[in-house]
């Protein structure tokens, strides 16, 4: 089974009749990224930088960032690499820098929130960023936004890069673009006025899933309450994608549920044609995009969107694939 999909490599996700995906990688590691490439990934719609932060004795130096942030972009070629500022915090740590015991680690100092009270860290990963504009296209994308300021006060420590590397006589893509992920309610929410800042949106499904439902992701007790096709969260995805086509920016799925192959539908129905997910969920959600009818997949989809319990969606998104396989 696995050696028949690998022949889908080099195939581009198009339904049969004629809608195409963008299927790109989630990674963090250049060895990650070799694997989603042999798996026909067009590009990286989520570069977990934090991984770089990991594992070692101190902060990595711009020059260290730059490098990693160059090998990967050269690598994808023409494609895009979205690299993700440094989201620790919530359940990822890092041993040289110890961060407060919380009581609500998800709820408390993570991501964004982190960045914007250590600028000159935040400084320094977006001066490595730049840098790597250079050799191929890349955006930029900040985690956790909740609020517009948030964005504001990030692109601000943005531009003070921008002129530094200017002033260092350094060149870096004076264009590029910079987006948001969307995994907190209140971000859906205000979508419409966050999209009016920012060139893209990416929504985070696993952070998502957690907050509207009050469900920690990491808690094996209420796992059974982890519901990704509950009605809230298809509400949630719909907003957000109805903001991004009316503002005319781009949006895209990078959580977990992009690699989810009964989600198809539901991104059809939503137009969100761009999807970026673990290398090794890439073959399997091609495959499905390949059996699927867009037209008959939106009607299903379309239905799933007037359901109550995710249960009942879940079941009809799964009757679907057994159905059209
Ligand atoms: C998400 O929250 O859906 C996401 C993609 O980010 P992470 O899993 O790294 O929190
Ligand atoms: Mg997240």
Known sequence: KKEQLQVLAEVDAVTKDGTQLNLAANISSVKELDMSLRSGA???????????????HSFPSEEEQYEVYRRVVEKTGGNAVVIRTLDIG??????????????????????????????????????????ASVHGKV???????????????ANQILNEAKANLSKRGISYDPNIEVG??????????????????VDFF????????QYVLAVDRMNEQIAHLYQPF???????????????????????????????????PIWLALGIHNLSMSPQSLLRVKHRVLNTEA???????????????????????????????
């Open 202 to 209: 990416s929504i985070g499904t696993n952070d998502l899933v």
């Open 180 to 197: 948001i992920m969307i995994e907190v309610p209140a971000a859906v929410v205000i979508a419409d006025l966050l999209a009016k800042e």
């Open 295 to 325: 037209a008959e997949a939106v009607t299903v989809a379309k239905s799933c969107l007037t359901m109550s319990t995710g249960k009942e969606i879940e079941a009809e998104l799964e009757k679907y694939k057994r159905n059209s396989t």
């Open 90 to 131: 919530g359940d990822k740590q890092l041993d040289y820098f110890p961060l407060p015991e919380e009581d609500n680690p998800f709820l408390g100092y993570r991501a964004i929130r982190i960045s914007l009270e250590l600028k000159d860290l935040f400084r320094t990963q977006l001066t490595a960023i730049l840098r």
């Open 230 to 264: 509950h009605p809230s969260v298809l509400r949630l995805l719909r907003m957000t994608a109805e903001a991004a086509h009316a503002a005319g920016i781009s949006v895209s799925v990078c959580g977990e549920l992009a690699g989810d192959e009964r989600a198809v």
């Open 139 to 153: 955006k930029i994308m900040y985690p956790m936004i909740s609020s517009l300021d948030e964005i504001r006060e």
């Open 42 to 56: 067009k590009g990286v719609g989520l570069f977990r930088t934090e991984f770089l932060y990991m594992d070692r």
